[in-house]
């Protein structure tokens, strides 16, 4: 036990001494397998990931595991919700956007067209203008077939 | 005799008893008309102004592909329930008869009405399709605030009108100052244009709608054909063009 801390002491040390900067994350894990010196297989795993994953304390290595397993889980048990998400996104984005002004002039004259069309029929049935709150058009439709042509 | 005479004067005449021949409870519908224009404005404008807040000298509202397009399927959506209505006989959807409220619905009273022997009773339920047009009337205007258009609201001629013949006296300097022909004719009189053609599209409208009236569809037709128009502006939404916000800066 205290010779495989030697050697990983030795070893830390070797590369510390090749490079100017020494890794912290090594050194980290040594003073971690030394305060835990009866338990072999987790020293092995400390030194195992902290080659492989050099910033990561335990609780971002929650996180991390967390997360791959969800991400692996989705990507093999749901494979639309990725998928779907980025679909909600890029939807999300579609209908947020301002739209062009250029044509909306059609989209206003076909308002009037229908305004014209819904008042005709009102105001025929209802005698009462439901779009035009000042009504004047209409009357040159309907009014000039039942006035008389002599009224005044 | 109606003429340059809108539901406000309706309403004033009819709190007074004015119109001598017309049933007292007619103003009601102007009253409910007026009543639901105002409280559909207050709703679009909302919907138009949740992007960006509800600040008076604020940011222009937006015109967001959503909002768009909910409006004008919620205006779609009311002419339909007010169709449907109309097509099931429970609002009166006959030619209107002088001094009555409602001008019945089926066929027993419409060839009493015919016979001039009786008129049909007042039926209150026609102030619903009247309140649910008014409402989504105030979509369109709201729409064409929003959009800066501020020559072309949809369905005040009055304005309109003025606007338009008021700037035939700005014709001589758009004449002057265009460079060709074409010139005056495809940018000077385009607001012109768009005014001329807002009144003759209006002026179609009512005579459709008139036509439409007369034949065996009725006034439910009509009022699908409106509520098809509708329908088909809230899908073309779908596939509008973004705007390129950097280039189009518009006077608001």
Redesign the interface.
Known sequence: MSLRIDFVEKEAGGTGNDTPALPSAAASAVTLTNSRRNSRWSYNAKSASSSREPSMDRGSANRWWRASMAESMVSSAYPFMNRSMEGIKTSHK????????????L?????????????????????????????????????PLS?GVFRY | MYLLIGNTVFVALGATGQPKASHFHQYFKSLVSIGCFCLGTLFFNCLHRIPTGFFVNGPPSSRRRWILMGSFIIQAAMILTSGVLIHLDRVSNLPFVAGTFSSGTDAREKAAINDKKAVAAANYYDLTPVALLAFQAAGQVAMSRVMGVIELPTIVLSTLYHDFTADLWGLPEVWQRSSSAKNFFSEGLRRQGKRLASIIALFLGGIVGGQIYKSSLGMAGAIWLAACIKGGIAASFFWWKEDNLEESILPR
């Open positions: 579609f209908i947020s956007q301002e739209l062009d002004l250029r044509r909306m002039t989209v206003l004259i076909l308002c009037f067209f229908t305004s014209g069309l819904i008042d005709s029929v009102a105001f025929n049935s209802w005698n009462c203008f439901v779009g035009m709150q000042t009504g004047m058009v209409h009357i040159s439709i309907f009014e006035i």
